[in-house]
C-alpha cells in the first residue's frame, strides 16, 4: 500500500498549503491586495484540489461499496464549499460580512479536511488495490493542474451575495 500512503500524503501537502493561507487570510484586514490575490489562490486552490480529489480518489471510492456513504459525504461537503467560496467572491471586502463569512468558510473547510484525513483516509486505505493505486496517481497532479489554470474565482455578481 505504498502508493496510497503517497497519494493520501499529497493530499495532506494540499491540506496544509489550504491551511497556511487560511491563516494568512485571517490575518488580512479589509480591502487589501493582499487579501484579495491570497484569496483568488485560496480559490483556485480549493476548487482545483476537490475537483482532482474526487476525479482521482473520490471517484475510485464510489466503485467500493463500504466506502460509498463516505465518500458521497465528502463530495457533498465539497459543493458546499465552493458554494461558501462563490458567496464569500460576491461579497464586499469592505464589508462586515465578508470576514464572519470567512470565519464560517475556515471553520467548515478545516473541519473537512481534518474529517478526510483522520477518519476517511485511513478507512479508504483497506479498500484500494493496487490498480487503484496507480489511476489515483497518474490523475490527480494532471487534473489539478489542469482544473486550477481554468478556475474561477466566482461566476456570481455582488448582488447574489447571500445576506
Known amino acids: 500500500m505504498a502508493a496510497a500512503e503517497a497519494i ?3 493530499l495532506k501537502q494540499d491540506h496544509d498549503k489550504h491551511r497556511e493561507l487560511l491563516d494568512r487570510i485571517l490575518g488580512t ?3 487589501s491586495r ?4 491570497l484569496f483568488t489562490e485560496l480559490t483556485k ?3 482545483s484540489h476537490a475537483a482532482a480529489e474526487e476525479q482521482a480518489l473520490y471517484s475510485t471510492m464510489l466503485r467500493k ?3 460509498t456513504d463516505e465518500t458521497r459525504h465528502s463530495v457533498a461537503e465539497h459543493h458546499e464549499i465552493d458554494e461558501m467560496l462563490n458567496d464569500l467572491a460576491a461579497t464586499e471586502m469592505t464589508s462586515g460580512d465578508w470576514m464572519t463569512k470567512f470565519e464560517a468558510l475556515d471553520h467548515r473547510y478545516r ?3 481534518e474529517e478526510e ?3 476517511h483516509f485511513p478507512d479508504f486505505e483497506k479498500y484500494l488495490t493496487e490498480e487503484d493505486e496507480v489511476y489515483m496517481e497518474s490523475v490527480f497532479e494532471r487534473r489539478k493542474r489542469a482544473e486550477k489554470a481554468e478556475a474561477e474565482v466566482t ?3 455582488m448582488e447574489d451575495a447571500k445576506e
Open 8 to 10: 493520501f500524503a499529497r
Open 29 to 31: 484586514q479589509g480591502e
Open 34 to 37: 493582499e487579501r484579495e490575490t
Open 45 to 47: 486552490e480549493l476548487k
Open 65 to 67: 461499496p463500504e466506502t
Open 111 to 113: 473541519h473537512h479536511i
Open 117 to 119: 484525513e483522520d477518519e
Open 155 to 157: 461566476p456570481e455578481k
